[in-house]
């Protein structure tokens, strides 16, 4: 019913930056809040950050003041924007939804494919 699918991933060195993108479609309602989370090998997923329908924004303390999340005029896609970029934040990164779906009064929490994002010299 919901699809989220990533972009904007790939290779960069230390200090560059990369804006990765994710677009939402399928029976939306409306999106509650949207989200970055990522995951590098052999730890848990955490929250990179999130941004709410009224425009409220969380960061995690390992990207605040290098990293911005957006939402467009429509509210269906979300950016974030990754400057100064470390190679600690070598991760997948995952696009997460919750929305409100059309049909059946129902709400649900989705998540996109992900899109790797490496920095390294």
């Known amino acids: 019913q919901v699809q989220l699918v990533e972009s904007g991933g790939g290779l960069v060195q230390p200090g560059g930056s990369l804006r990765l993108s994710c677009a939402a479609s399928g029976s939306i309602f409306s999106i509650n809040a949207m989200g970055w989370y990522r995951q590098a090998p052999g730890k848990e997923r955490e929250m990179v950050a999130t941004?709410?329908?009224?425009?409220?924004?969380n960061y995690a303390d390992s990207v605040k003041g290098r990293f911005t999340i957006s939402r467009d005029n429509g509210q269906k896609t979300v950016y974030l924007q990754m400057n100064s970029l470390k190679p600690e934040d070598t991760a997948v990164y995952y696009c997460?939804?919750?929305?409100?779906?059309?049909?059946?009064?129902?709400?649900?929490?989705?998540w996109g494919q992900g899109t790797q994002v490496t920095v390294s010299s």
């Open positions: 941004i709410t329908s009224g425009g409220s924004t």
């Open positions: 997460n939804a919750d929305v409100f779906l059309k049909f059946y009064g129902r709400s649900g929490n989705y």
